[in-house]
């Protein structure tokens, strides 16, 4: 799992160094998600632009330029492709009709079978994110049309961020979590993944103070922030749930995991919590209805996956289960 943060200012009232403070703020409260690399994207004349590096966020200093109108981050929970190969982490860069950053939070399992299929060609860069990038290069434009055909094409638990060269932030909103604030007053979105983070990083600038409006993104929705800081909206096909090891469709009754399990994995991101947390504790043993207590009660969840990682011993899931720690 991982984390996606960042902000637009449509307005430019905002002081500069509230904003570069607030990036930071931002990084360091995602790093409850994952702290092998971190990033941001901004424009500089008219330029994409990104900074990262395999290190924790806390660890860096996120500067961009003043003037700087929107800011995509990224933190990292390695699962696929070096983290020390800094071409891995995100975000990524592409290319169609207009440049762009790209970041995810998720998995995807797809990838493989796309490249030996022949829909996208093979890379250097070993994460399974960038075959998004790869699937909206193949459509030659970056738009609604060429994102609903990304969404549609991969498999796997994901959102997906994306900013364009002229400072519009596109927000792909899978199974996975995203909390979106506008402040209208002061003409500033904010976004991350969980609200825990979001609240975190506010409290601590000051900004939750301020009056603000939780935008709403459901499953299947696309939102695009413009520049001046209006909202469009499309819709892509969220796929019938398949996971890596079965689907709805197996009629094989010794499958890895049921029907009720299928839907648990399929739900669970609408609650800040990753398919990836909900593996663990099925392969740990507790039930479903168990599981659907803990995406409720949070203080549940967070008792059971220190159970885990106690058992399992794995230090990599320390602080980064869902938002919950």
Sequence with gaps: MCALFGW???????????????TQALANAAEERGTDAAGISYIHDDRVSIFKRPKAAHKLHFNVPAGTKAVMGHTRLATQGDKKQNYNNHPFAGH????????????????KDLRKQGVIPTSYIGTDSYIGVQL??????????????????????????????YNSLYIIKGSNPMYLL???TIGLYVYASTETIMKKALKQMGLHKFESKYIDAEEGDILCIDRNGIITRTRYEPKIYRSKYMSWY?????????????????????????????????????????IE?????????????KDVKYIY??????????GVF
């Design 313 to 322: 011993g794995e230090d990599i899931y320390e602080g980064c289960y869902g």
């Design 250 to 290: 197996d009629d094989d009754c010794s499958s890895y995991y049921n029907i009720h399990e299928e839907i648990l994995l399929a739900y669970c991101g609408c609650y800040g919590v990753d398919s990836s947390d909900v593996e663990l504790l099925l392969d740990y043993g507790y039930t479903c209805d168990e």
């Design 96 to 111: 169609a009709d207009k440049e762009f950053a790209f970041a995810h939070n998720g998995v995807l399992w797809n990838d």
């Design 182 to 184: 506008h402040f209208e």
């Design 8 to 22: 637009l200012d449509y307005k430019g009232i905002v002081p500069y160094k509230v904003l570069k403070k607030l």
């Design 293 to 305: 207590d803990m995406l409720t009660d949070h203080s549940l969840l967070r008792e059971a996956l």
């Design 136 to 165: 909206i290069e193949k459509q030659g434009k970056l738009d609604f049309e060429s994102l609903q055909y990304m969404a549609e094409t991969v498999e796997g638990n994901f959102t997906f961020t994306v900013l364009d060269q």
